[in-house]
C-alpha cells in the first residue's frame, strides 16, 4: 500500500458504515487521519465504528433529509474542530426498469439520495471549509453518469448530475484552498449489488474490458490522495475508475 499523507486531518464520509464508504475510511485511517462516519443504518454504523477504532466517530444521518444534514456538521463539530474533506459516498441505485415503467416514487428517491443528499452536505460543509480556507470535496459518481446505462435511467441521471455539480462547485471555489473533484467508478461488487438484477450485473460486466469488477480498496485509493494535500492543482474534475471502459 503506497503511503499518504493525511496526518491530523479529519474526514466526512457519507454512507461510511459499508461498502464503498467504509473502504475509504480504512484507507483514510492508514493514512493517518481520523474520520467520521455519517450513515442512516445505526447498527451498522455501531459495528464499523468498533472494527475501525477509536479514531473513527460516528453520526446517525439521512442525507436525503436538509434537517438532519444540518443537525450532523453540528454533531460533527462538537466533537473535532474542523472538517478537512468530505466524501459523499452515500447512494442507491433505484430499480432495474425502462424509462416508461419507472415507478416515480422510486425516482423522486433515487434524486433524493444520491442528488439532493449530495448537494446538502456540500452546501452545509463547503462553509467551515471557507472560514479555514483549506478543504477537500469528493463526490462519487458513477461511469453510468457518463454512458446512461438501460434500466437504470434515475441512476445515471443523478450520477451525470453529481459530475455537473461538482464542476460547478469546483469553479465556484477554485480561488480558495478547497478542490472539489469526483470519481466516475465502473461497477465495484458492494453490497449495493443487492439492489440490482442479475441481468443488470452482467450487463454492467460486460462493458469492461479487464473483465472484473473494481475494488472497494482500488476505489478508496484514489478518493483517498484526492484529500490529501498533494490534490492541489485539480478541481471541478472527473476521474474514471473503469477497467478501461472509459476512455474519454
Given at each position: 500500500?503506497?503511503q499518504?499523507?493525511?496526518?491530523?486531518?479529519?474526514?466526512?464520509?457519507?454512507?461510511?458504515?459499508?461498502?464503498?464508504?467504509?473502504?475509504?475510511?480504512?484507507?483514510?485511517?492508514?493514512?493517518?487521519?481520523?474520520?467520521?462516519?455519517?450513515?442512516?443504518?445505526?447498527?451498522?454504523?455501531?459495528?464499523?465504528?468498533?472494527?475501525?477504532?477509536?479514531?473513527?466517530?460516528?453520526?446517525?444521518?439521512?442525507?436525503?433529509?436538509?434537517?438532519?444534514?444540518?443537525?450532523?456538521?453540528?454533531?460533527?463539530?462538537?466533537?473535532?474542530?474542523?472538517?478537512?474533506?468530505?466524501?459523499?459516498?452515500?447512494?442507491?441505485?433505484?430499480?432495474?426498469?425502462?424509462?416508461?415503467?419507472?415507478?416515480?416514487?422510486?425516482?423522486?428517491?433515487?434524486?433524493?439520495?444520491?442528488?439532493?443528499?449530495?448537494?446538502?452536505?456540500?452546501?452545509?460543509?463547503t462553509?467551515?471549509?471557507?472560514?479555514?480556507?483549506?478543504?477537500?470535496?469528493?463526490?462519487?459518481?458513477?461511469?453510468?453518469?457518463?454512458?446512461?446505462?438501460?434500466?437504470?435511467?434515475?441512476?445515471?441521471?443523478?450520477?451525470?448530475?453529481?459530475?455537473?455539480?461538482?464542476?460547478?462547485?469546483g469553479?465556484?471555489?477554485?480561488?480558495?484552498?478547497?478542490?472539489?473533484?469526483?470519481?466516475?467508478?465502473?461497477?465495484?461488487?458492494?453490497?449495493?449489488?443487492?439492489?440490482?438484477t442479475?441481468?443488470?450485473?452482467?450487463?454492467?460486466?460486460?462493458?469492461?474490458?479487464?473483465?472484473?469488477?473494481?475494488?472497494?480498496?482500488?476505489?478508496?485509493?484514489?478518493?483517498?490522495?484526492?484529500?490529501?494535500?498533494?490534490?492541489?492543482?485539480?478541481?471541478?474534475?472527473?476521474f474514471?475508475?473503469?477497467?478501461?471502459?472509459?476512455?474519454?
Open positions: 500500500m503506497n499518504l499523507d493525511m496526518k491530523g486531518r479529519h474526514a466526512v464520509i457519507t454512507g461510511g458504515a459499508t461498502g464503498l464508504g467504509y473502504a475509504i475510511a480504512q484507507r483514510m485511517l492508514a493514512s493517518g487521519a481520523n474520520v467520521t462516519l455519517w450513515d442512516r443504518d445505526t447498527q451498522a454504523l455501531t459495528k464499523a465504528r468498533a472494527e475501525l477504532g477509536s479514531q473513527a466517530h460516528g453520526v446517525t444521518v439521512d442525507v436525503a433529509e436538509h434537517a438532519s444534514v444540518v443537525a450532523a456538521v453540528g454533531q460533527t463539530l462538537a466533537h473535532s474542530p474542523a472538517i478537512d474533506a468530505l466524501v459523499n459516498c452515500a447512494g442507491i441505485t433505484g430499480p432495474n426498469t425502462k424509462v416508461w415503467s419507472y415507478p416515480v416514487a422510486d425516482w423522486q428517491q433515487v434524486m433524493q439520495v444520491n442528488l439532493n443528499g449530495l448537494f446538502y452536505c456540500c452546501r452545509e460543509i462553509p467551515h471549509m471557507r472560514e479555514r480556507n483549506y478543504g477537500r470535496i469528493v463526490n462519487i459518481a458513477s461511469v453510468a453518469g457518463k454512458d446512461g446505462n438501460p434500466n437504470a435511467s434515475a441512476y445515471s441521471a443523478s450520477k451525470a448530475a453529481v459530475m455537473a455539480l461538482t464542476k460547478s462547485l469553479k465556484e471555489l477554485a480561488d480558495t484552498g478547497i478542490r472539489v473533484n469526483c470519481v466516475t467508478p465502473a461497477a465495484v461488487k458492494t453490497a449495493i449489488f443487492d439492489q440490482m442479475p441481468e443488470h450485473i452482467a450487463f454492467m460486466l460486460s462493458k469492461i474490458p479487464m473483465g472484473r469488477f473494481g475494488t472497494p480498496e482500488e476505489v478508496a485509493a484514489m478518493v483517498s490522495w484526492l484529500c490529501t494535500e498533494d490534490c492541489s492543482f485539480s478541481t471541478g474534475a472527473v474514471d475508475l473503469s477497467g478501461g471502459r472509459s476512455t474519454y
